[in-house]
């Protein structure tokens, strides 16, 4: 069966530490994937997209990258601050390009000072 | 001030009767979207539309309705057929089909007694 896996512990860790997020999937082939960032009772907000040809993509802090061979999708947020402390999404694209997302249920992040 | 919005944010009904959803884009999108958000689930696809006078069922449309008349409007509504309806529901939209990342509204959170 088709699978999006995220873990479902919180991940707590220390402010200036690097957070590392994973996302592993089974059974699809997604021409791209995307990260998004949710507050609590809150519209999850865009982050950043990932195609099946590029190995890692970085925006500021974040970085994220895609194994097509292993399934998975790293999502490291380096010099990690109180502020990043939310719940981080994972979407693939099942739709061949369509926009067409699966999304898995997320990983809570909490940010120590 | 561009965006999506969702009306109203907290909408409480009793068994049996339909209800509406409302979402608004002024972004001049194509694509929009319906999700359901239950706790420690994943969004999942309700409905979405392309463009306007079209749209698709997604993995979860039974007990759910749509129409896309304007480019800016994608009501849902949630009938009486639809056996759990108490949900976060948010909406979201994009450029278009495409490699695009998709915006969300801040949900409404709706409770059926």
């Known amino acids: 069966s088709q699978k999006i896996e995220q873990n479902s512990e919180a991940l707590n860790i220390q402010e200036g530490k690097t957070a590392t997020l994973t996302c592993n999937y089974t059974?699809?082939?997604?021409?791209?994937l995307q990260w998004y960032r949710q507050d609590p009772g809150r519209g999850p907000v865009f982050l950043l997209l990932?195609?099946?040809?590029?190995k890692e993509k970085r925006k500021e802090r974040l970085k994220v990258t895609f194994d097509t061979t292993l399934k998975q999708s790293l999502f490291h947020i380096t010099a990690s601050q109180p502020a990043d402390s939310a719940t981080y999404l994972c979407?693939?694209?099942?739709?061949?390009?369509?926009?067409?997302?699966?999304f898995g249920a997320g990983t809570r992040l909490a940010v120590h000072p | 001030d561009g965006g999506i919005t969702q009306s109203p944010k907290y909408l409480f009904r009793k068994e049996g009767q339909n209800v509406t959803l409302s979402c608004e884009q002024n972004l001049n999108h194509d694509a929009m979207y319906w999700y359901r958000q239950d706790p420690g689930q994943g969004l999942r696809l309700i409905y979405y539309s392309q463009i306007v006078n079209d749209f698709q069922k997604g993995d979860i449309a039974e007990g759910y309705s749509v129409s896309r008349e304007k480019k800016e409007s994608f009501p849902l509504t949630v009938t009486s057929a639809q056996k759990n309806p108490t949900a976060f529901y948010l909406c979201a939209s994009s450029i278009g089909t495409g490699k695009y990342e998709q915006y969300f509204g801040p949900g409404t959170r709706l409770t059926v007694t």
């Open positions: 990932i195609r099946e040809n590029e």
């Open positions: 059974n699809y082939s997604p021409a791209y």
């Open positions: 979407a693939l694209d099942v739709s061949g390009g369509y926009n067409k997302l699966i």
